[in-house]
């Protein structure tokens, strides 16, 4: 069988201390993505046609109120 020589030894041990070493880096993850911005509800039709019904109850409120008064 033939000996290994202490040169050998030196460079099989720096290797697998370099292999043991780079492999964190390669198995590393990257920063995660920043989240989404928050989504904004818009103020659509739906909202003013309740605006605007509201609007018509109190208006409708206020002349039966002076509608009985007036009786």
């Known amino acids: 069988m033939k000996k290994v020589t202490k040169s050998a030894r030196r460079v099989l041990a720096l290797s697998i201390v370099l292999a043991v070493l780079g ?3 390669v198995l590393a993850q990257g920063p995660l993505p920043p989240p989404p911005p928050p989504t904004q509800v818009p103020i659509d039709g739906g909202v003013l046609l ?3 019904a509201g609007a018509a109850y109190g208006a409708k409120k206020v002349y039966n109120k002076r509608k009985h008064k007036a009786e």
């Open 23 to 25: 492999t964190g880096t």
């Open 50 to 52: 309740l605006a605007a």
